[in-house]
């Protein structure tokens, strides 16, 4: 990719991200097969999303049956389908519910266990933290040294908590840091050319509370499908992943009131806050969390400070899920009148109800993947890559059209960003122009993006390439009149997919104009 240059993306160094990748390569080596590849790890952030909140809603005091609920709600959240496999690392939110777990363990640490066990657990949690995507390192951090700075005031040894705290946020860190040592070292040499956010970007991505509490776009019931449609468009949509499901939406509401009703004096809804250190992390949580990461709140002050990378911060949603799961759970355990004088079955047949009311809510015909499709596209890609291979020598260069940038260009007409992409997948041994980085443009590409027709074929060919890949989604007219242009030069077009989509044009017996 990148041809005639080469691809790299150290101005875009995959920050946090480390286990992640390192996944993602063990599978890779293991399968040797990209969508396979692909699809085992969206299939296992769905285990580690339900394992994780298991363990962490256990920690914090909710029952057996209560957790596997809250679990399998968290897991299935339409955020993770409207991630699915486009935003793939952002799928794996398995470290979000594990933020209260961490302030529990550095405010309250178990007694049982000795300090050097309690250190190590900590430090596992900060690697897993710093080492599964810089929005959730962030997120991390700053709820957890949020929450733990104004709760360690009311504990009796501060100083060990913050100690506690420096282990959790040295190790996460430290990790963040490995992670993009390389590109530090290119800054160094080369200066740093990434992308700029902007002020307005944070704008339209921040986290709108409107969205947490609408139903899913294409609802199974009509009418809640016609309702969240009825929110129109909006000048700052952002992703619009925010969305709970009825019962989280139900479980938020439950926080807010309660904790509405604890400011305002009422005694038993105190009792359960206030007594209750397990629902005072996770209401505390939610409540930080949306006061950080709504639109023109704490986030735009964090952008004017410096912390510029990060926009989206409608991605909080999934841990104000959780801990919104979690407290209702708490909540309905401390009302001992109702819950404890009723029958198992009773309990067990209430919480099947809502499981299943609960998923079939939060998912939709919309999310299940165009599978026929996939597979055509996938097959007529495998067979250009290999006609193309077959066409001409290794190493050959290949130029492909319309020229597109890495990352983020966007579509061009009908062509998906990052489409340009499949043969190198699909492993040609070819050297194709796709990948050339948007913030760093050598030579050739400052010239041929300001180049059309014959003037960008003759360059093409003094340039050393002796094809063009034209994507015919990519033009209006679906590339007829530069086909043919080349064609008159002596081009020949010597194959096309199978769909027609994609076209390959051999320049080596391309002549002058006349």
């Known amino acids: 990719m990148g041809a005639p240059s080469t691809f790299n993306i150290y101005d875009f160094p995959l920050a946090g991200d480390y286990i992640h990748i ?30 994780a909140s298991n363990i962490s809603a256990r920690r914090l005091n909710v029952n057996s049956y209560n957790a596997i609920v809250v679990s399998i709600l968290f897991a299935f959240l339409p955020y993770h389908f409207m991630r699915n496999v486009q935003h793939l690392l952002l799928s794996s939110y398995f470290v979000l519910p594990l933020i209260p777990y961490t302030i529990l363990e550095i405010i309250r ?46 504990e009796e040894k501060p100083l060990e908590a913050l100690t506690r705290f420096s282990i959790y946020v040295g190790t996460a860190l430290s990790l963040v840091v490995l992670s993009v040592l390389p590109s530090f070292f290119y800054f ?22 409107a969205n947490l509490f609408r139903p899913i776009i294409g609802h199974r ?79 735009s002050i964090l952008f004017v400070f410096g912390l510029q990378q990060v926009r989206a911060w409608g991605r909080f949603s999934p841990l104000i899920a959780f801990c919104s799961l979690v407290f209702a759970a708490i909540f309905l355990q401390n009302l001992k009148h109702l819950y404890q004088k009723s029958s198992i079955w009773t309990r067990l047949g209430l919480l099947t109800a809502v499981l299943c009311i609960g998923l079939l809510d939060q998912t939709s015909e919309r999310y299940v993947p165009n599978y026929v499709g996939a597979k055509s596209t996938w097959a007529n890609e495998e067979v250009f890559t290999r006609a193309a291979d077959d066409s001409f020598a290794p190493k050959s260069m290949i130029y492909q059209y319309p020229d597109a940038l890495f990352p983020e260009n966007g579509p061009i007409v009908q062509m998906d960003d990052y489409t340009q992409a ?32 014959l003037e960008l074929l003759t360059y093409l060919k003094q340039s050393g390439f002796v094809g063009v890949h034209i994507s015919r989604e990519g033009f209006e007219d679906r590339g007829v009149e530069f086909i043919k242009l080349a064609l008159n030069l002596g081009a020949e077009q010597i194959f096309t997919s199978p769909d027609d989509q994609q076209v390959m044009l051999d320049l080596r017996g391309l002549r002058a104009a006349p």
Request: net charge positive; with cysteine; aromatic share 10%.
């Open 221 to 299: 019931l009509h009418l809640l499908d016609k309702f969240t449609n009825s929110f129109g468009p909006s000048p700052i949509n952002g992703e619009a992943t925010e969305m709970l499901g009825l019962i989280g939406s139900l479980c938020l509401a439950l926080v807010l009131v309660v904790t509405l009703a604890t400011l305002l004096g009422v005694r038993r809804q105190r009792d359960v806050v206030e007594k209750n250190v397990e629902a005072n992390i996770v209401s505390s949580i939610v409540l930080v969390a949306i006061f950080i990461s709504t639109v023109g709140s704490v986030n």
């Open 422 to 453: 499949f043969p190198y997948i699909h492993g040609s041994n070819l050297r194709w122009s796709y990948g050339r980085i948007k913030t760093r443009s050598g030579e050739f590409h400052l010239k041929v993006r300001n180049l059309a027709g």
């Open 22 to 51: 390192q996944y993602l390569h063990f599978l890779a080596l293991v399968t040797r097969n990209a969508p396979l590849t692909e699809t085992l790890f969206f299939f296992t952030t769905f285990l580690t999303a339900a394992i």
């Open 109 to 154: 640490p178990n007694q049982n266990q000795s300090r050097r066990r309690c250190f190590y657990k900590l430090a596992l949690l900060g690697c897993l933290a710093g080492g599964t995507g810089i929005y959730y390192t962030i997120f991390s951090l700053l709820i957890v040294a949020i929450v733990v700075l104004v709760m360690s005031i009311r």
């Open 188 to 209: 160094s040499k080369n200066g740093s050319q990434g992308v700029r956010r902007t002020f307005g970007e944070v704008e339209f991505y921040g986290l709108k509370i």
